[in-house]
T-cell receptor, first 111, second 116 residues
Framework: QKEVEQDPGPLSVPEGAIVSLNCTYS??????FMWYRQYSRKGPELLMY????GNKEDGRFTAQVDKSSKYISLFIRDSQPSDSATYLC???????????FGAGTILRVKS | DAGVTQSPTHLIKTRGQQVTLRCSPK?????VSWYQQALGQGPQFIFQ???????QRGNFPDRFSGHQFPNYSSELNVNALLLGDSALYLC???????????????FGNGTRLTVT
């Protein structure tokens, strides 16, 4: 079993929809949780960075972390065609910079 | 403010050859990590360099080695290339001196390595 599980999709939604992306994990030592967006032929771009449990909002993006369930989510409001990309969840422990990534979810927003 | 830059962008090598990939960290960053991303997968941690020393290593064989220079730039070397080494190699940087482990990683656009 992988440390981080993420549904690869693809997830296809109409423009303006609310998108929900999720990851589950097994390692209770994870403390920092991130969401990256990766366009084709590009490197991952950091979207959200959170510590421990709770919610964090930034513009159209909201990240949620539920450590008791080992479950994290990213919500995208008013989705746009430019949001079409692969979304990677990543997490790490208290110390060090070794990130453990999910496999990524492909999102397609249709205009 | 330049972000993380990597060179070359693409590379084709033959099995058994050796390859060197290069990375310049984002301005103000002193720590460099390397990741391997196979097609359709998330990036996998190879190793991290800080103060010119390897600080952490993932589950990769000794064929993968690295180096960090005094200007914080870094190289990834892979010897005896295998077909399975074909992947996108990503460099990421952060600032340990400024914020210990609290700052997130910033990634470059990677080097696409194809082994034939």
């Amino acid at each position: 079993q992988k440390e981080v599980e993420q549904d690869p999709g693809p997830l296809s939604v109409p423009e303006g929809a609310i998108v929900s992306l999720n990851c589950t994990y097994s390692n209770s030592a994870f403390q920092y949780f991130m969401w990256y967006r990766q366009y084709s032929r590009k490197g991952p771009e950091l979207l959200m960075y959170t510590y421990s449990s709770g919610n964090k909002e930034d513009g159209r993006f909201t990240a949620q972390v539920d450590k008791s369930s080992k479950y994290i989510s990213l919500f995208i409001r008013d989705s746009q065609p430019s949001d079409s990309a692969t979304y990677l969840c990543a997490m790490r422990g208290e110390y060090g910079n070794k990130l453990v990534f999910g496999a990524g979810t492909i999102l397609r927003v249709k205009s | 403010d330049a972000g993380v830059t990597q060179s070359p962008t693409h590379l084709i090598k033959t099995r058994g050859q050796q390859v060197t990939l290069r990375c310049s960290p984002k301005s103000g960053h002193d720590t460099v990590s390397w990741y391997q991303q196979a097609l359709g997968q998330g990036p996998q941690f190879i190793f991290q360099y800080y103060e010119e020393e390897e600080r952490q290593r993932g589950n990769f064989p000794d064929r993968f080695s690295g180096h960090q220079f005094p200007n914080y730039s870094s190289e990834l070397n892979v010897n005896a290339l295998l077909l399975g080494d074909s992947a996108l190699y990503l460099c990421a940087s952060t600032s340990f001196r400024r914020s210990s482990y609290n700052s997130p990683l910033h990634f470059g656009n990677g080097t696409r390595l194809t082994v034939t």
